[in-house]
């Protein structure tokens, strides 16, 4: 068993209280009938490993649940593309945990709808990429609409809670209101205008997707305008556009603080992007326990708490508040995962995020290279060939 | 596929327009909601889409027997009875005011 990826003595975090991981994202699959631009999964997700067997899912969730996780959430790639989330969704519910199905909607027959639900599912998030069917088909590269409006009502009529998510970016964003109508007419319990973060394939894909101010003022306002109309019958999360904020949001709470992910092939990080950074062995749960790996491993243990921040963080009174942002955005933009997220404007790099939105607000947009869609022969280019 | 967990436990549930209890209002737990005891956390959690309350031991104990069958009364004398300890009324009242405006219960 290769122990390199392990502290043995209690170094460094040695101060830090660890809590329990209470929220595990379970990514059962990259597979995906979808092809977003803005895919949260790696750019190499080709060359992961073979994905657990259910089995070593029903263990992971085992042992999540003993160290505290409440919130499972399945997710992917498209997690219907897994023959055994029926299995899975009854383990969970056995084991006490609140389950979420994190889904495009694709691959979610009447049947399953049902057979979910008396697993013991508690909740489903349906994805749309846009209200107009020609959009969102383009934005996913696939003809998806009706199928999802379909999936939508079927959600709502086997009574489960539902969120509706919508990645908004440049070239959504003008249609906030058509896609809060759409919401409404779903009847959905919350809406989550999830404005587009920019990593992965968001970041390659980014001179398309950043908004204006001017269209991020407007679908502020609308959403404004929706909730004084709607009242309490609908949630509307209106998902803080970090680049054009003046300080980093507090990412995942903090780097093993509460979020646990497991990919597909049983690598567990800190977030479902932290395999991009460099020099960190991502520690696997096909080697060692969950517990070992988010209480003893290197790689949980390096941003936890905030001796590893330099400055301006390491004075900054609201280091415990925002964690110093982002790992992987500070790496993204600066090559240097210690550093300030330049989302904030105390940051030295702060000027990296200034010009990707100054650019934003040009007429024409200087553009490093066309669209490029969430698909494997495209992961593939990014596949470093393994040492 | 997307995931954006960072405002799953920042945010807070359905804020409704606050109503005052009485003795005889029958409380609910909503249906968007899960009462559990998290062992690990030694606490009662409300469990919802994507997120999660963590309640003190008396909201704890007041939810669990938030039951759509129950009036306030009969919740507080089982209360009163459960923890040896008298006047319990006003405490369980402006809590489930809370509550409701959280979006957490509604009255039958």
Redesign the interface.
Known sequence: MDKAGLNTADQGASSVVIR?P??L?AELTYK?P?H?V????PLDYASAGKELSTAEWVRVLQEGR???S??L?F????PLMRDDLIELATEGRKL?Y?S?L???GIGLTEAKIKALKDAGL??I?V?FQDSTKELNDFLGSTKTFELKQKVAHLVKAY?Y???L?V?IHRLNIDHIEKILELAQSIGV??L?L?NS?FYGWAFLNRDHLIPTRAQLTAAEAAVQRFRERIG?KM?V?F?VPDYHASRP?????GWGA??VTITPDGTVLPC?EAKMLPGIRFPNVREHSLKTIWHDSDAFNRYRGNSWMKDPCKTCPDKEKDFGGCRCQAYLLTGDATNTDPVCELAPHHYTVEDAVANAEREQPKITRPLVFRLDQNSKEFCKPSA | ???????????GA????TMKPASTTIPAIK??F?L?W????QKH?L??????VQLNQSAGEILKRCDGVRSVQEITTDLETAFNHKGLEPEVLSFLEIAHGQ?WVEYR
């Open positions: 329990p209470l929220w994202l995906c979808l977003c803005y895919c949260s999964n003993a160290m505290g409440a919130q959430g997710s992917g790639g498209e006490g609140y979420n994190i889904t495009s508690d909740h998030q994805s009574d809670p539902m969120v998510n990645v319990d919350y989550e999830a973060q309490d949630r999360y998902v949001k507090a990412c995942m709470n509460v979020f479902h | 596929m997307r995931w954006r967990p960072t405002w799953s436990f920042a945010r359905m804020s409704d327009p249906k968007l899960r559990q998290e062992e690990v956390q959690v469990l919802y889409p994507e997120g999660m979006g």
